[in-house]
C-alpha cells in the first residue's frame, strides 16, 4: 500500500484542456514536492509546497497543499503536447521522502 | 553547474552477479539519496549517505549496500541479483540542513536489467 494515493492513475486529454491531478495520504507531510519524469529520466523537481494551505504557481500549473497538510493537488490550464509525463508527489518525512505512484498525463495534438 | 550524475546508463546483469551503480551529486550538495523504480511505480527509497555514513535506511534487504565517499560521490552495491531487481536505480542529492525541508534534485537514472 503506498503511503501517498495518487488519482488519477492515467490521463488522457486533448491540448487546451485544464486538468487536476490529487496526491492523498493519511499522514502529516512536513512539505511535499511534485515532479515530473518523462521516460527513461529522472523526476524533474517542479514545485515544494511546505505551509497548509499554501497555493504555488508556476506559469500555467497550480500547486495546493492542503490545511492539514495531507494531501495536494495541481492544476493545469490549457494544456499543451510538452506537459505529457509522469506527475509524481513526494512528500517529506523526518529522513527520507516518500514517493505516490505518479499520474500518467498525455496530452494529445 | 552540473548537476546530479550517475553512471552506467544501462546495466544488463544475470541472477547471481553483483552490480555497482554509480553517483555524483549536484554541486554544493552533501546528502545522497538512492532510489529503486520498478516499471510504472514511482521511487522506493533505498537509502541515504551524509558524512560517509548510512543515515537512514529503506526497506530493502541487506543485498543492498551504499558507500559515500570524502567528496560526496556514492555507489549503490546490490549483491546476489534477482529478476525482481531489474528497475530504473536513481540518485538524489541535497544540501543537508541547508533549508526546513528536504529538497532534493535526481539523476538520470541507471537501468538495471537481470536476466
Known amino acids: 500500500t503506498q503511503l501517498l494515493e495518487q488519482s488519477p492513475q492515467f490521463l488522457s486529454i486533448q491540448e487546451g484542456e485544464n486538468l487536476t491531478v490529487y496526491c492523498n495520504s493519511s499522514?502529516?507531510?512536513?512539505?511535499l514536492q511534485w515532479y515530473r519524469q518523462e521516460p527513461g529520466e529522472g523526476p524533474v523537481l517542479l514545485v515544494t509546497?511546505?505551509?497548509?494551505?499554501e497555493v504555488k504557481k508556476l506559469k500555467r500549473l497550480t500547486f495546493q497543499f492542503g490545511d492539514a497538510r495531507k494531501d495536494s493537488s495541481l492544476h493545469i490550464t490549457a494544456a499543451q503536447p510538452g506537459d505529457t509525463g509522469l506527475y509524481l508527489c513526494?512528500?517529506?518525512?523526518?529522513?527520507?521522502?516518500?514517493f505516490g505512484a505518479g499520474t500518467r498525463l498525455t496530452v494529445k495534438p | 553547474d552540473a548537476g546530479v550524475t550517475q553512471s552506467p546508463t544501462h546495466l544488463i546483469k544475470t541472477r547471481g552477479q553483483q552490480v555497482t551503480l554509480r553517483c555524483s551529486p549536484k554541486?554544493?550538495?552533501?546528502?545522497v539519496s538512492w532510489y529503486q523504480q520498478a516499471l510504472g511505480q514511482g521511487p522506493q527509497f533505498i537509502f541515504q549517505?551524509?558524512?560517509?555514513?548510512?543515515?537512514q535506511r529503506g526497506n530493502f534487504p541487506d543485498r543492498f549496500s551504499g558507500h559515500q565517499f570524502p567528496n560526496y560521490s556514492s555507489e549503490l552495491n546490490v549483491n546476489a541479483l534477482l529478476l525482481g531487481d531489474s528497475a530504473l536505480y536513481l540518485c538524489?542529492?541535497?544540501?543537508?540542513?541547508?533549508?526546513?525541508?528536504?529538497?532534493?534534485?535526481f539523476g538520470p537514472g541507471t537501468r538495471l536489467t537481470v536476466l
Open positions: 538524489a542529492s541535497s544540501k543537508l540542513g541547508s533549508t526546513v525541508y528536504n529538497e532534493q534534485f
Open positions: 499522514s502529516v507531510f512536513s512539505s
Open positions: 509546497v511546505v505551509t497548509g494551505g
Open positions: 513526494a512528500g517529506a518525512m523526518v529522513n527520507d521522502m516518500r
Open positions: 554541486s554544493g550538495h552533501d546528502t
Open positions: 549517505y551524509y558524512e560517509e555514513e548510512e543515515r
